[in-house]
């Protein structure tokens, strides 16, 4: 059983073209949260939600919108594609405090 | 804002020898609990081993140990008798705890680490 899944492991599209990336966690956690990783390895949080509720947005372009319909799922729905755009995105979860639970992470190449 | 450090990006060591990997933080908080995650080149993000900074004592996982100085805010990760499925990038991290703090993980930059046969 997959603590963190996030679903495709791999995108391969065109600039322009909307794409989605669906994560589900059935760990129980009531916060979910969305990292990008750049090709230098940086991680960088984009969003959080507790329980539905968004909690941060790290400055991130309109064009990423998180939806979160309950507590044990959060997508991420990206518009209009840009180059810049390519990196792996990672889905994770934790209760109040605790370490962060990962995904295997969604590679995101925009061409 | 909360800042981690890793100032090595690449090391190197020899199977069973031992490694130790730096980590500071800034903060201005009491309360945070810091990490040490692993990537191998799988991708995958796997917790290594996890420090409260309330406790004196520093955390320990079979052949990982950290030395955790928190006056001088430095995490240190070592590892021991170390192996060809170390090899990894690591990264240390941050996460507040104070009432009103932000949830989220801060990462350093990673250290990627090669084990040498």
């Known amino acids: 059983d997959t603590a963190v899944s996030q679903t495709p492991k791999y995108l391969v599209t065109q600039m322009g073209n909307d794409k989605s990336i669906k994560c589900e966690q059935n760990?129980?956690?009531?916060?979910m949260y969305w990292y990008k990783q750049d090709s230098k390895k940086f991680l960088k949080i984009m969003f959080s939600?507790?329980?539905?509720?968004?909690?941060i947005n790290e400055t991130v372009p309109n064009r990423f919108s998180p939806k979160s319909p309950d507590k044990a799922h959060l997508n991420l729905h990206i518009n209009s594609l840009e180059l810049g755009d390519s990196a792996v995105y990672f889905c994770?979860?934790?209760?109040?405090?605790?370490?962060?639970?990962f995904g295997e992470g969604s590679r995101l190449t925009v061409l | 804002a909360q800042t981690v450090t890793q100032s090595q990006p690449e090391m190197s060591v020899q199977e069973a020898e031992t490694v130790t990997l730096s980590c500071t933080y800034d903060?201005?908080?009491?309360?945070?609990?810091l990490f040490w995650y692993k990537q191998p080149p799988s991708r995958q993000m796997i917790l290594v081993i996890r420090q409260e900074a309330y406790k004196q004592q520093n955390a320990t996982e079979n052949r990982f140990s950290v030395n955790f100085q928190k006056a001088a805010k430095s995490f240190s990760l070592k590892i021991s008798d170390s192996q060809l499925g170390d090899a990894a990038m690591y990264f240390c991290?941050?996460?507040?705890?104070?009432?009103?703090?932000?949830?989220?993980?801060?990462f350093g930059k990673g250290t990627k680490l090669t084990v040498n046969p």
């Open positions: 760990l129980g956690h009531d916060t």
């Open positions: 994770a979860s934790s209760l109040h405090g605790g370490e962060l639970f």
């Open positions: 939600y507790n329980n539905k509720e968004l909690i």
């Open positions: 991290a941050y996460r507040s705890l104070t009432q009103g703090g932000s949830e989220k993980l801060v």
């Open positions: 903060t201005s908080e009491s309360d945070y609990y």
